[in-house]
Every structure is written in C-alpha cells, then in structure tokens.
C-alpha cells in the first residue's frame, strides 16, 4: 500500500531552522516527483517546493526561495525539506504528495498530484 509520512515539524521561534521529512512506503521514491505543500488557517494550500525523478528538476515558491532546500535520499526513501530563516508567516500545516504516473516532471500545482500524506505542523513564533 502506498503511504508517505510526514515528520520533523514543531515549534521554533523567528529565524530558527527545521529538516521535515516525507518517507514513503509500498513504491520507490526515485521514480517519482515529490511536492511540499502548505497550508495555514484560512489560506488555501500553496505549493512550495517539488523535486522530479533524478531530481532533474527542482523548483521554488517565490515565498521560500533562497530559505527552503529540497533535497532526497533513496537509501532511506525519504525527501528531506531543510527549512531554514523561519518566520512567523511561514506557519502551516505541511504536507508533502507524490503522482500516480513515474518519471513525471514536477511542479507546484496541488492538483497534479494523486497521494497525499497526514501533514505535520509547524508554528514559528516566539
């Protein structure tokens, strides 16, 4: 059964820094795109970051750009968001999804998207 988790969220004050992590079970992450999305009370979900198969394409929400990294590491079938200069706007739930077809490239529109995880939370306040 395919499943992606999410963990790594919390609370940390302005300018702080947090790793979320997506690890995905029942498929091989490598052969598909990973997106990470947020959303905060009252918005709709945003797309922040994404990573193509070989991670041949990489893209950035303008709003995280040069602070989030998005990186992947198929020994552990995991894609790692590094979450760096946090600010308070940056409070939401975050949720990472993959595509139902391989080798697709990606992108930061939610519905391109097929599988979902649970989300994890992350507040920065201080």
């Known amino acids: 059964q395919l499943q992606l988790v999410e963990s790594g969220g919390g609370l940390v004050q302005p300018g702080g820094s947090l790793r979320l992590s997506c690890t995905a079970s029942g498929f091989t992450l490598d052969y598909y795109a990973i997106g990470w999305f947020r959303q905060a009370p009252g918005k709709e979900r945003e797309g922040i970051s994404c990573i193509s198969s070989s991670d041949r394409y990489i893209y950035y929400a303008d709003s995280v750009k040069g602070r989030f990294t998005i990186s992947r590491d198929n020994a552990k079938n995991t894609v790692y968001l590094q979450m760096n200069s946090l600010k308070p706007e940056d409070t939401a739930l975050y949720y990472c999804?993959?595509?139902?077809?391989?080798?697709?490239?990606?992108?930061?529109?939610?519905?391109?998207?097929?599988?979902w995880g649970q989300g994890t939370q992350v507040t920065v306040s201080s």
């Open positions: 999804a993959t595509m139902r077809v391989r080798f697709r490239r990606c992108g930061l529109a939610s519905n391109g998207y097929d599988y």
